[in-house]
């Protein structure tokens, strides 16, 4: 049983809408739709104004057309999901009137394409490329709550168009890509014929197109790009690479086409496909032909056009706002008004005469093919990420993508820039203004506190204070002569004697309880000095310590409802944030958490004393970053705006007062709930995409792979910061970059790049380092027939290709080389997917088509395969399946318990992920052997499907990846999300 996945299990990182279709108005020829997946536009061309905006949800929409139907006859919009639900909206209110399943027990995908005949008495449905089927108008619109699909057509070959000449006749026009030549055959269908097959009867009125069809099919040299057919009148275009057939009635025209030499030199070209859209109005017929590198040519004629040379020009694009190379829809709406999409810049409503933009609509989609997870301070939420992909064939991107706090949660309520560049060194908030301080501020003369009714403070007499209310104006600071004082409504009251061990450190700080005696002082106060920290309770001094390291730059203290004992929060030079206990009944400090934050970079807190018990937070800061910490949990929350801060000051309940380092003062407010929001910033990487993306130690810096049309492949090192790249490295021969696994311990600084390459004999494994943000290549090792497995177990490292390969690294003067661990043995070949090595010498391969194989290196073959039909699979589908190894409480294979020891100390719980479509499986594997080793059946593996479960989205996946002990990243087009795999 398939069960649907809960939010909790599937974060949504990246969802950007698709752009679904355009479509012009069935009685107005100037109003079109502009659909994608979250918004439908209504648009009008002639007076380029915007009729309507709708939101929608037209989420894994495949396609949509219009209809017209009843008495007296309304207008709906029809659109079918990947689901097999159909949507029928009213128009023009785009209200949804009814959802329908659609009775069909295969899968739909997006190459899917409907249509309605003249009448709209029939839904036409081609459904997989090689099959079509119908629905009764009548019945999309009936209280039922399914419609039942009728399959009146199906072919081997693929479906490119398909289109109704006559419904009462059952005459089609089909295009279809052979399965030999692949090549594009125009054929008539007869659904009589068909159904009966009784091939002699013919086909009246329609003898002209029946005669191009003929004509078409003993022609080798005419390649056929596509056809329209139009109602009002009966009329059919043919478009070929030499001819431009008109078909009116019974009769038809050629034409031959002129001025495509470079449209079809282009087409020679790898990746490179051409398309054609065609209007009829007022007895003008306007055609476009646009291949996918935006190279878009254009010609139009009167019906009755007697030179039978059609003249084709390139549109030029001069104002177009930005360079088209990923051209992946056109369509055109009048003579001079046409309709692109553009993965990178997203629909767009053209004038071509004037070179007029009309209407833009943001849609562009990326293509995410790898992704990884780069959280700073080694938490285990994921708070940040660098993916990678491709926009087109020649633009490739870099994502990094951080969890951020909405603009919502800390919102920006008023923006002072009257201090702006100043030098400002500090403010105070008094009760009507704020006072400052810049660098020209005299030593002696600078204060060192001034209170909330102005009571000022020098540096000469004082060393460190702190505000404890701004109603009553009453306030704590530590003297010169390291005597502590309470001021309450201008009445100077000091507490203690001289406090024993300070010095006149220029690192001081206090914070002090929320709970206070009679008078109003806190009773517990502490005191950092330096490197020293100090708790007084009710005016006595319990407790003295010596921080290790840095000197302590602010200290905090939280009071908990749940417990007496408070929370010190202490931040230091270094940049590393503690997190004490202080025990009230032992009077000790004990350790509960250290967060450490950017490397040597001093770090400053701000006490966030919100009226919400059940928040514990400050705020943590440096000049390159502002967090907020949850002190009972020890996650952040970053910073959502691209202020750099200097200083941070509470003013009243939940608002604090901001200095930025451009003196400009910002007042936020922080909400009750912190919710997050992804942040994403991007840099275009031009003539190549970005395959894959590596983690380093430092998480600033990653490896990536990018590969160019030509397959010219580098590995770069990214700067994450400054979004650039450090250094690059080229490999020495065309091919593809399979996989890189970056080694761990005993290795430090090691990369194992597996390369597939063009020519013979060049595929390879590569030994890389990354050295002082360069890559230095150690070592090439030829393979056969290279592929993506490769993993680590130890010092030994496997490629698991057409040869299982087990080696480990040596240094050989500077550089690293391979010692190869055996013979090789026969593995499964280049398209093994994924595997997994045990401390037992056990390997697990995942291949896309063989499946599931164990291989026991120390026998040195295969001991267990299960076939993808064993895994409920035809095939796993290209990085859509992987290995995933996670931490166990113990051992599943409890049977085996007693016999197979070494099964229960693993101590860990491989699992295989399969995300088809939008159904994830789940299955569990146990591999162990014993220690004898003297047979293959030594070996014991259990195989059993764990879970099913249906993801809300069904997003074309392009990887599916761990990248925790119970997380994996789904990489898609438009899209990345986390998956929750223990839950």
């Not at 800390?410 to 560049?421: G, V």
């Not at 404890?468 to 104006?473: A, I, K, P, R, Y």
């Amino acid at each position: 049983m398939i069960s649907h996945a809960s939010n909790s299990r599937l974060e949504v990182v990246v969802e950007d809408p698709a752009f679904i279709d355009c479509l012009s108005d069935i009685d107005d020829a100037d109003c079109v739709y502009l659909i994608k997946e979250n918004e439908i536009i209504v648009f009008n061309t002639r007076s380029a104004t915007t009729i309507s905006r709708s939101r929608v949800n037209l989420e894994n929409t495949v396609a949509v057309c219009l209809s017209k139907y009843g008495s007296p006859r309304s207008k709906y919009l029809v659109a079918l999901k990947s689901t097999g639900e159909v949507l029928m909206f009213r128009l023009p209110d785009l209200c949804l009137l009814n959802k329908k399943r659609l009775k069909y027990n295969k899968p739909i995908s997006n190459e899917t394409f409907t249509f309605f005949d003249s009448k709209y008495e029939r839904l036409h449905i081609c459904v997989g490329n090689q099959e079509m089927l119908y629905v009764d108008s009548w019945a999309l619109l009936s209280p039922q709550s399914g419609v039942q699909g009728h399959i009146f057509y199906q072919t081997a070959s693929e479906i490119k168009k398909c289109a109704c000449l006559s419904l009462r006749d059952g005459v089609y026009l089909i295009s279809k890509k052979d399965v030999i030549d692949n090549r594009l055959k125009l054929e008539m269908v007869d659904f009589e014929i068909t159904a009966s097959q009784n091939q002699t009867k013919t086909r009246e009125g329609y003898g002209s197109i029946e005669k191009i069809v003929t004509e078409l099919a003993g022609s080798t040299s005419d390649k056929l790009l596509g056809f329209f057919v139009f109602n009002k009148p009966r009329l059919a275009v043919v478009v070929t690479s030499r001819t431009l057939f008109v078909a009116v009635r019974n009769r038809y025209t050629k034409y031959d086409n002129r001025g495509l030499k470079k449209m079809y030199a282009l087409s020679s070209e790898d990746k490179i496909s051409i398309n054609v859209d065609c209007h009829f109005g007022n007895n003008y017929l306007k055609l476009a032909m646009f291949d996918n590198r935006g190279n878009i040519y254009s010609t139009g004629f009167g019906l009755w056009c007697e030179d039978k040379n059609i003249m084709w020009r390139r549109i030029q694009l001069k104002k177009f706002p930005g360079k088209i190379s990923d051209l992946c829809f056109c369509k055109i709406l009048s003579k001079t008004s046409y309709v692109l999409n553009s993965l990178q810049l997203g629909c767009i409503v053209l004038e071509s005469e004037k070179q007029k933009v009309l209407y833009h609509m943001p849609c562009n989609q990326l293509t995410y093919l790898d992704a990884i997870v780069t959280n700073e301070l080694g938490s285990d939420d994921i708070s940040s990420l660098v993916a990678c992909g491709g926009v087109a064939t020649d633009l490739g991107f870099v994502e990094c993508i951080s969890k951020v706090l909405s603009k919502e949660t800390l919102k920006i309520i008023e923006i002072d820039e009257h201090y702006e560049d100043q030098g400002i060194q500090d403010f105070w908030l008094t009760a009507n203004e704020i006072e400052t301080t810049d660098i020209f501020t005299q030593s002696k003369d600078a204060p060192c506190h001034i209170s909330c009714e102005k009571v000022r403070l020098s540096c000469e007499h004082a060393l460190c204070a702190l505000q404890l209310t701004e109603t009553n104006d009453m306030f704590l600071y530590l003297d010169t002569n390291f005597l502590l004082h309470f001021v309450k409504n201008g009445t100077d009251e000091k507490m203690a004697t001289p406090l024993p061990g300070l010095s006149r450190s220029e690192m001081v700080s206090l914070a002090a309880s929320k709970n206070t005696d009679h008078r109003g002082v806190p009773q517990i106060i502490v005191i950092a000095e330096g490197n020293k920290l100090h708790v007084s309770v009710n005016g006595v001094i319990t407790i003295a310590i010596v921080a290790n390291g840095s000197n302590i730059r602010n200290v905090c203290l939280k009071q908990l409802s749940t417990t007496t004992d408070p929370i010190i929060v202490m931040s230091d030079d270094s940049g590393l944030v503690s997190i004490l206990s202080y025990s009230l009944l032992e009077k000790n400090i004990c350790i509960l958490k250290r967060v450490q934050f950017e490397d040597d970079v001093p770090a400053q807190l701000c006490d966030i004393r919100s009226t919400f018990e059940e928040q514990c937070l400050v705020f943590v800061y440096n000049r390159l970053k502002v967090r907020i910490l949850d002190v009972l949990s020890g996650f952040y929350h970053a910073w959502p705006y691209d202020y750099s801060v200097k200083l941070i000051k509470p003013r009243g309940t939940n608002k604090f007062v901001v200095l930025t380092v451009d003196d400009i003062l910002i007042t936020v407010q922080l909400s009750r709930v912190l919710a997050s929001e992804w942040k994403r910033r991007k840099t275009d990487m031009h003539n190549q995409i970005i395959t894959h993306v590596l983690e380093l130690e430092n998480p600033r810096y990653v490896v990536l792979t990018s590969q160019t049309i030509d397959n010219v492949c580098r590995l770069a090192i990214f700067d994450t910061e400054a979004l650039q790249i450090m250094s690059e490295y080229t490999l020495p021969s065309a091919g593809t970059v399979r996989k890189l696994l970056k080694l761990r311990s005993p290795y430090k600084h090691e990369i194992v790049v597996s390369f597939s390459g063009k020519s013979p004999n060049s595929d390879c494994l590569l030994i890389m380092s990354v050295l002082q943000s360069k890559l230095v290549h150690n070592f090439t090792h030829r393979v056969e027939k290279a592929s993506c497995a490769l993993a680590q177990m130890g010092n030994q490292i496997t490629h698991a290709g057409a040869k299982i390969l087990t080696f480990e690294l040596q240094k050989e003067t500077d550089k690293w080389t391979v010692a190869v661990i055996g013979q090789p043995f026969l593995g499964t070949g280049p398209l093994s997917m994924t595997c997994s090595m045990s401390y037992d010498n056990m390997l697990v391969v995942l291949d896309a088509t063989v499946g599931l194989c164990v291989y026991d290196l120390s026998l040195k073959k295969r001991v267990h395969r299960t076939s993808t039909n064993g895994l409920s699979s035809d095939h796993f589908y290209d990085n859509a399946a992987v290995l995933c190894v996670s931490r166990t409480p113990g051992c599943s294979m409890a049977d085996y318990k007693s016999l197979f020891s070494p099964v229960k100390r693993s101590g860990t719980q491989l699992s295989l992920l399969n995300l088809q479509r939008s159904v994830l499986s789940i299955w569990e594997i146990n591999v162990a052997a014993t220690k004898s080793r003297s047979s293959v059946d030594d070996a014991i593996i259990s195989i059993r499907e764990h879970s099913t479960m249906q993801l809300p989205s069904s997003r074309p996946i392009t990887k599916l990846k761990q990248i925790s002990s119970s997380l994996c990243v789904v990489c898609a087009r438009g899209g990345i999300s986390i998956l929750n795999i223990a839950k």
